[in-house]
């Protein structure tokens, strides 16, 4: 399995930005999405946003859709996501992780996921 690291969580007021980064090691990631998911207190994790290594197609969460951007960085095996316009809503601890599988579409089933970051926290004051 791949070993990933999050971070760049922080507080910030409604209307900013933060960038989250995810530092991934272990093995090549070509037959891997790379998801960002986000867990709020007394909630279900959610996916919030998806990514296929070798090609970058990526997908989003409606809820986050026009603001949030993943993108990665071949050079360092780093994931991101920028995150634009936040919103108090947004509020959650934010994990990294990677499911192996085919690249022609994104994975979004959480189940589908063997590789899991510790979590960084997000939070926005109204």
């Known amino acids: 399995q791949v070993q990933l690291v999050e971070s760049g969580g922080g507080l910030v007021q409604a209307g900013g930005s933060l960038r989250l980064s995810c530092a991934a090691s272990g093995r090549s990631f070509s037959s891997y999405t790379m998801g960002w998911f986000r867990q709020a207190p007394g909630k279900e994790r959610q996916f919030v946003a998806g990514m296929t290594w070798s090609v970058g197609r990526a997908n989003y969460a409606d809820s986050v859709k026009g603001r949030f951007t993943i993108s990665r960085d071949n050079a360092t095996n780093t994931v991101y996501l920028q995150m634009n316009n936040l919103k108090p809503e947004d509020t959650a601890v934010y994990y990294c992780?990677?499911?192996?599988?085919?690249?022609?579409?994104?994975?979004?089933?959480?189940?589908?996921?063997?590789?899991w970051g510790q979590g960084t926290q997000v939070t926005v004051s109204s």
């Open positions: 992780a990677a499911s192996p599988g085919p690249q022609s579409i994104v994975v979004v089933t959480i189940s589908r996921y063997n590789s």
